[in-house]
C-alpha cells in the first residue's frame, strides 16, 4: 500500500529550521498519525509522502509558502494592558486564545510595553522554511467514520492526541469528533 488520499499514515519525524536547529521529533516517543488528503498536514510535506510506502525513510525541505505561510503583519497588534486583567506577570513567549471577528485565535506575546502588550497570531514557524527527516511506520486505509469526520480516531472513536507543543506541534489534535487540529500544519486554525 502506498500513500494516497483516504489513508491513515503512522511516521516518525524530525522537524529542523533552516539554520538546522532540532525544533520537534517523534524518535524515541510515539509516533505521529494523520489522514492523509484532509488537510492535516502541511501542503508541501503531505505533498512529498503521496506516494511513499511503509519502511521509506526520506528527507523533505518544505518552503515557508508551503508550510506555514509567509508572516501577516496584519497579525501583529498592540493590545492595551488592561485586556489581560487578571493575568499576572505577562512575558514574552506567552500563549492566549484571542477572540477575534474570525473566531478565537492563538496569539503570542512578543513585547510587553508599559501599557500595552504586542502579540503575533502567526503561526509560530510561519515565514520559516523547515526539513523534515521522515520514516513511514504504517499505512492503512481509513474507516468511513474518520473520512467523515476529517481526522484520525482511536481504536475506541474520537481522542485527543494531547500533545503539547504549544500549538505548533506535528501532532495536535481535536477531543472532539469535529475536523481536527492540525498534523504538522493542516490550516485549520491558523
Not at 97 to 125: F, I, L, S, Y
Not at 156 to 166: F, K, L, V, W, Y
Amino acid at each position: 500500500m502506498i500513500i494516497d488520499a483516504k489513508t491513515v499514515v503512522t511516521l516518525h519525524y524530525r522537524l529542523r529550521n533552516a539554520k538546522g536547529e532540532l525544533l520537534e521529533e517523534s524518535f524515541g516517543a510515539e509516533p505521529m498519525q494523520y489522514l492523509h488528503g484532509a488537510q492535516n498536514m502541511i501542503p508541501g510535506l503531505e505533498k512529498q509522502l503521496t506516494g511513499k510506502q511503509v519502511g521509506e525513510s526520506f528527507s523533505a525541505d518544505v518552503e515557508a509558502e508551503e508550510a506555514y505561510g509567509a508572516i501577516e503583519p496584519g497579525l501583529i497588534q498592540e493590545v492595551p494592558l488592561s485586556a489581560f486583567e487578571g493575568v499576572d506577570d505577562i512575558a514574552p513567549g506567552m500563549r492566549f486564545m484571542a477572540e477575534t471577528e474570525a473566531g478565537p485565535r492563538p496569539v503570542t506575546v512578543t513585547e510587553v510595553k508599559e501599557d500595552a502588550v504586542v502579540v503575533d497570531g502567526n503561526h509560530p514557524m510561519a515565514g520559516q522554511s523547515l526539513h523534515f527527516d521522515i520514516e513511514v511506520m504504517e499505512i492503512r486505509e481509513a474507516t468511513e467514520e474518520e473520512l467523515a469526520h476529517g481526522h484520525v480516531h482511536a481504536a475506541g472513536g474520537c481522542h485527543s492526541h494531547d500533545h503539547d507543543h504549544d500549538d505548533h506541534g506535528c501532532c495536535g489534535g481535536s477531543g472532539d469528533c469535529a475536523k481536527g487540529d492540525d498534523c504538522c500544519g493542516g490550516h485549520g486554525h491558523h
